[in-house]
């Protein structure tokens, strides 16, 4: 059974930093698409980014481009998402997800079908 858990979250002042990790178990992690979605309270769960199985490829959303970076570890099953100059617009919280192969975009949340159980993330002004 796929099982994912994220950690790393917490409280961090605006432009500070902070690294979610999340641990894959149960399945060949090194040949799926990850990604990262986040959702703020009252919102919709939206796109952060993703990253493919070899992680030579990399895709995020506009609000996060340049601040945020996708890498992933496959010898460790672990997938991780550096995160800097966060500001309270980025406090959701943040969930790892597996893509479903043959899905077509890397960006909707329903092309993937496992999900861990999150993690917060509160940054404060």
């Known amino acids: 059974q796929v099982q994912l858990v994220e950690s790393g979250g917490g409280l961090v002042q605006a432009g500070g930093s902070l690294r979610l990790s999340c641990a894959g178990s149960g399945g060949t992690f090194g040949t799926y698409f990850m990604g990262w979605f986040r959702q703020a309270p009252g919102k919709e769960r939206e796109f952060v980014a993703a990253?493919?199985?070899?992680?030579?490829?990399?895709y995020y959303a506009d609000s996060v481009k340049g601040r945020f970076t996708i890498s992933r570890d496959n010898a460790k099953n672990t997938v991780f998402l550096q995160m800097n100059s966060l500001g309270p617009e980025d406090t959701a919280v943040y969930y790892c997800?597996?893509?479903?192969?043959?899905?077509?975009?890397?960006?909707?949340?329903?092309?993937?079908?496992?999900w861990g159980q999150g993690t917060q993330v509160t940054v404060s002004s």
């Open positions: 997800a597996r893509k479903t192969p043959g899905s077509v975009r890397v960006s909707w949340a329903s092309g993937y079908n496992y």
């Open positions: 990253i493919s199985w070899s992680g030579g490829n990399t």
